[in-house]
Every structure is written in structure tokens, then in C-alpha cells.
């Protein structure tokens, strides 16, 4: 199916333990975007990316890690989780960057303890 | 730098009311962009619309309309003869051009809960 996903939908991991949260999108988008989702702060931009083998800080970088060898994947790496990781994921892709809509993945429920 | 103001945090109405949802932005930017999503209780995000900063024409999609006025940079988004399939968080949404220096970033608001009630 055409859109874009991302797995796993659910994780529940421990303190210290990496973790990568999967991206793909099948429009060839050139950009692709992360952010995270938490109460009282909205929506807040992790990286970005503009293309295949460029990315760039958003917002909230720290303790992330990001890569994109191909157009249509963009994996989240915690490289060591921390509890003030829990959060909503979303991944989303946009055709060009600021003018147009970006198209947002169903988000993945990041659960650190 | 930029910046998106939803004052109002929750919203509960009834059924076939209409109702306004409030976005306010900051910009030193003369080229943007702005764009209201929903978010249903299902969690994902939904696109609804994109204005940029040329284009200060109302904008009405069935239900939905949109007012964009620069004068007061605001860009409400008003649901008329709400139903409760319109329960959602509602963001507004805003990216600077080239030369604002956003990198393309999308800030949003902090969310509208509204609430519909049959």
C-alpha cells in the first residue's frame, strides 16, 4: 500500500537499551521529518532530512541519531534511552520542504522505563 | 523565530453548532506558510490545509472554512454544524520560506481539543 509507515507501532524498552523506530514511505519524497509528540509541548521536530544522505538537526536532536542511505527510509536510533524519551513518534514525508504539507505516519507509543 | 499560539486549549460544544478555532502566529519571515492538521482519537495526524502568505483568500471546504488575515496574522479555522465525528485535537502550523532561516521546520501549536457532543 502506498503512504508512509511506521514500525514498530508500540515499544516498551529499558533504560540504557538502543532502540530504532523504522520509517518508510512510498511517494519518494524528498524530505522526511521526525518529530516527537508529548503533552504541554506539542509537536517538537528531532531531524530532518532533505534527501537520500542529508539530514539535519531539528529542534530536540539530543540523544538521537539519525540516518538515510535510501529516499524512502529514515530510522530513529535512541542510542541509549532515557525515561524522558517516552513519547509519541511520528514520522512524515513532504514533496519539497517548507512549502508543502507534510504527510505524517501513524506514530509510534515509545515507552521507556 | 517563529511562532504558533492556539489559545484555546479545549473546546466542548454541541452537536450542529458552529464553531471557531483560534491560531495565532509570529513571523518576521514575509514568505510562510501555514497549515491546520487534526488529530482524532485514533492518534494520527491529518492534513487539512496549506495557505501561504500571498494568498489571504478565505478558503471553505464543506464544512470547514478558513480566515487568513495577515493584518492580525491570524488563521482561524471554523467547522460549521459540527457533528461529533469532528472530535479531535485541531494544530495549527507554521514554515517560514528559504529566507527565515526555519530549515524547513513546522512549528505547531499546541492543540485545540474540541469536543463535540451529541
Given at each position: 500500500?502506498?503512504?508512509?509507515?511506521?514500525?514498530?507501532?508500540?515499544?516498551?524498552?529499558?533504560?540504557?537499551?538502543?532502540?530504532?523506530?523504522?520509517?518508510?514511505?512510498?511517494?519518494?519524497?524528498?524530505?522526511?521529518?521526525?518529530?516527537?509528540?508529548?503533552?504541554?509541548?506539542?509537536?517538537?521536530?528531532?531531524?530532518?532530512?532533505?534527501?537520500?544522505?542529508?539530514?539535519?538537526?531539528?529542534?530536540?536532536?539530543?540523544?538521537?541519531?539519525?540516518?538515510?542511505?535510501?529516499?524512502?527510509?529514515?530510522?530513529?536510533?535512541?542510542?541509549?534511552?532515557?525515561?524522558?524519551?517516552?513519547?509519541?513518534?511520528?514520522?512524515?514525508?513532504?514533496v519539497r520542504g517548507e512549502s508543502y504539507e507534510q504527510y505524517f505516519g501513524p506514530g509510534t507509543r515509545l515507552t521507556v522505563t | 523565530a517563529q511562532k504558533v499560539t492556539q489559545a484555546q486549549?479545549?473546546?466542548?460544544?454541541?452537536?450542529?453548532?458552529?464553531?471557531?478555532?483560534?491560531?495565532?502566529?509570529?513571523?518576521?519571515?514575509?514568505?510562510?506558510?501555514?497549515?491546520?492538521?487534526?488529530?482524532?482519537?485514533?492518534?494520527?495526524?491529518?492534513?487539512?490545509?496549506?495557505?501561504?502568505?500571498?494568498?489571504?483568500?478565505?478558503?471553505?471546504?464543506?464544512?470547514?472554512?478558513?480566515?487568513?488575515?495577515?493584518?492580525?496574522?491570524?488563521?482561524?479555522?471554523?467547522?460549521?454544524?459540527?457533528?461529533?465525528?469532528?472530535?479531535?485535537?485541531?494544530?495549527?502550523?507554521?514554515?517560514?520560506?528559504?529566507?527565515?532561516?526555519?530549515?524547513?521546520?513546522?512549528?505547531?501549536?499546541?492543540?485545540?481539543?474540541?469536543?463535540?457532543?451529541?
Open positions: 500500500d502506498a503512504g508512509i509507515t511506521q514500525s514498530p507501532r508500540y515499544k516498551i524498552t529499558e533504560t540504557g537499551r538502543q532502540v530504532t523506530l523504522m520509517c518508510h514511505q512510498t511517494w519518494s519524497h524528498s524530505y522526511m521529518f521526525w518529530y516527537r509528540q508529548d503533552l504541554g509541548h506539542g509537536l517538537r521536530l528531532i531531524y530532518y532530512s532533505a534527501a537520500a544522505d542529508i539530514t539535519d538537526k531539528g529542534e530536540v536532536p539530543d540523544g538521537y541519531v539519525v540516518s538515510r542511505s535510501k529516499t524512502e527510509n529514515f530510522p530513529l536510533t535512541l542510542e541509549s534511552a532515557t525515561r524522558s524519551q517516552t513519547s509519541v513518534y511520528f514520522c512524515a514525508s513532504s | 486549549t479545549e473546546i466542548s460544544v454541541v452537536e450542529k453548532e458552529d464553531v471557531t478555532l483560534d491560531c495565532v502566529y509570529e513571523t518576521r519571515d514575509t514568505t510562510y506558510y501555514l497549515f491546520w492538521y487534526k488529530q482524532p482519537p485514533s492518534g494520527e495526524l491529518v492534513f487539512l490545509i496549506r495557505r501561504n502568505s500571498f494568498d489571504e483568500q478565505n478558503e471553505i471546504s464543506g464544512r470547514y472554512s478558513w480566515n487568513f488575515q495577515k493584518s492580525t496574522s491570524s488563521f482561524n479555522f471554523t467547522i460549521t454544524a459540527s457533528q461529533v465525528v469532528d472530535s479531535a485535537v485541531y494544530f495549527c502550523a507554521l514554515s517560514e520560506g528559504p529566507s527565515g532561516g526555519s530549515n524547513y521546520k513546522l512549528t505547531f501549536g499546541k492543540g485545540t481539543l474540541l469536543t463535540v457532543n451529541p
